[in-house]
T-cell receptor, first 110, second 113 residues
Framework: GNSVTQMEGPVTLSEEAFLTINCTYTATGYPSLFWYVQYPGEGLQLLLKATKADDKGSNKGFEATYRKETTSFHLEKGSVQVSDSAVYFCALRLDDKIIFGKGTRLHILP | SQTIHQWPATLVQPVGSPLSLECTVEGTSNPNLYWYRQAAGRGLQLLFYSVGIGQISSEVPQNLSASRPQDRQFILSSKKLLLSDSGFYLC????????????FGSGTRLTVV
């Protein structure tokens, strides 16, 4: 079946550190891939997306590249800020439904 | 522009009481609508989705039900709440298939006591 696996958290980093959150997927077709972010007490917001192999999604300094050969969509940011503290969800979409990973909680220390 | 409204924001209900959470979308027609639950410390669980009025697909057997009485209205209900129904409930909408992500509402924090 279709699924998303992302690294378990929490991930704790100091401000200005480099961030990587790993995400791999299993899909029967050619999904679109997404990263969502959830700030405390809020709903999910779309952070970035990629719709085909080798596409790079980017937003707010975050990037992720759709790697078909490794079925991965790792999230990266070169210099994190305290305001990036949130839960990050990797997701794939095939047809009508999006399948989410379990989420990775990120803590950024000042 | 499209907006999604979800209410109430927080709700505390006793065990055995009924539940009704409402979600409405503005600025689009014939959206796909979704209800997710996020239990404490866990990921997102898809509960129901709908591709049209009166069309409801249930992803997991449970104590909840969903209805879509109008094109842009999606309601989550229960006749008798259980403690295990506590969680953060999120409504979302999307259009079409494939490339489009979902737009989420701000969520309802339900605590069953």
């Amino acid at each position: 079946g279709n699924s998303v696996t992302q690294m378990e958290g929490p991930v704790t980093l100091s401000e200005e550190a480099f961030l990587t959150i790993n995400c791999t997927y299993t899909a029967t077709g050619y999904p679109s891939l997404f990263w969502y972010v959830q700030y405390p007490g809020e709903g999910l917001q779309l952070l970035l997306k990629a719709t085909k192999a080798d596409d790079k999604g980017s937003n707010k300094g975050f990037e992720a590249t759709y790697r078909k050969e490794t079925t991965s969509f790792h999230l990266e940011k070169g210099s994190v800020q305290v305001s990036d503290s949130a839960v990050y969800f990797c997701a794939l979409r095939l047809d009508d439904k999006i399948i989410f990973g379990k989420g990775t909680r990120l803590h950024i220390l000042p | 522009s499209q907006t999604i409204h979800q209410w109430p924001a927080t709700l505390v209900q006793p065990v055995g009481s009924p539940l009704s959470l409402e979600c409405t979308v503005e600025g689009t027609s014939n959206p796909n609508l979704y209800w997710y639950r996020q239990a404490a410390g866990r990921g997102l669980q898809l509960l129901f989705y709908s591709v049209g009025i009166g069309q409801i697909s249930s992803e997991v057997p449970q104590n909840l039900s969903a209805s879509r009485p109008q094109d842009r209205q999606f309601i989550l209900s229960s006749k008798k709440l259980l403690l295990s129904d506590s969680g953060f409930y999120l409504c979302a909408w999307s259009v079409g298939q494939g490339n489009y992500g979902y737009t989420f509402g701000s969520g309802t924090r339900l605590t069953v006591v």
